[in-house]
């Protein structure tokens, strides 16, 4: 039986009670993305997010906390596999992480994103490589360090960079879509800043005069290259789900 009650918040719309659809009309619209959020939660799979980096899942959820679904690592997910990325852009690379564990979890939402720095005066260096850049095991500070003793007595005007993402999503139907953002920037003279990770204490924004790595974590996704993409992912997500949901 619906346990719906005369009176209750949504007061219209569509009910799922016990596998009883109950129709209704009027719904006002603040209740039907309250509605949909929490019918997401009872029948709609995870969202499966192809890394291991708790600091990206931090922003991740942060960024996809209102779909309503469970955000989930792969290794949270129990997929602990090694993927080869071996494609020539970020595009590539962020659709084979995705593919890879969805081949694993057909049922779920897969997301990866591919992220880098591309400094001009490098010719885009690291580039896709960003993560490998120097050795896997590298620290990113002595990472940073080695691309500012790179461009020690570069001026400003020539030390321009922008930070790449692009973020896969593949649907249990078997469907992808892929979006790409970028934030622009320079690199700086020396490390600064706490917050952020990876290459933040040397990506300087002159438009807010500070690094990513001083950015609180609410600013930081909303300008980064990662929380663009994420936004602009998590509108094909809602389109596909309310597709589903009419």
Do not use: W
Not at 160 to 187: H, K, L, N, Y
């Amino acid at each position: 039986m619906c346990d719906y009650k005369k009176g209750s918040r949504i007061k219209t719309g569509v009910f799922f009670c016990d596998r009883v659809l109950v129709f209704a009309s009027h719904i006002r619209y603040n209740d039907r993305k309250l509605f949909q959020r929490e019918r997401r939660k009872t029948v709609m799979k995870k969202i499966v997010f192809a890394t291991g980096n708790e600091n990206k899942m931090k922003e991740i959820r942060m960024i996809l906390a209102d779909l309503g679904m469970e955000i989930v690592s792969m290794r949270e997910a129990g997929v602990d596999e090694e993927i080869v990325e071996d494609g020539m852009s970020f595009e590539e690379n962020a659709e084979i992480k995705a593919r890879a564990v969805s081949r694993v979890l057909v049922n779920d939402i897969v997301l990866a994103d591919d992220s880098g720095l591309e400094i001009d005066y490098l010719d885009k260096a690291p580039g896709i490589y960003s993560a490998r850049f120097a050795g896997e095991d590298t620290s990113y500070d002595i990472k940073n360090r080695i691309l500012l003793e790179r461009l020690e007595g570069v001026p400003d005007d020539e030390r321009t960079a922008r930070f790449v993402c692009a973020v896969a999503a593949v649907f249990p139907d078997g469907t992808t879509s892929v979006v790409r953002e970028t934030i622009e920037g320079q690199i700086g003279h020396e490390i600064v800043g706490a917050n952020g990770f990876g290459y933040d204490p040397i990506f300087y924004v002159p438009e807010f005069g500070c690094t990513t790595a001083e950015m609180t974590p609410e600013q930081k996704n909303k300008l980064s290259h990662r929380g663009k993409a994420l936004q602009a992912i998590k509108i094909l997500l809602e389109e596909k789900l309310n597709e589903e949901e009419a």
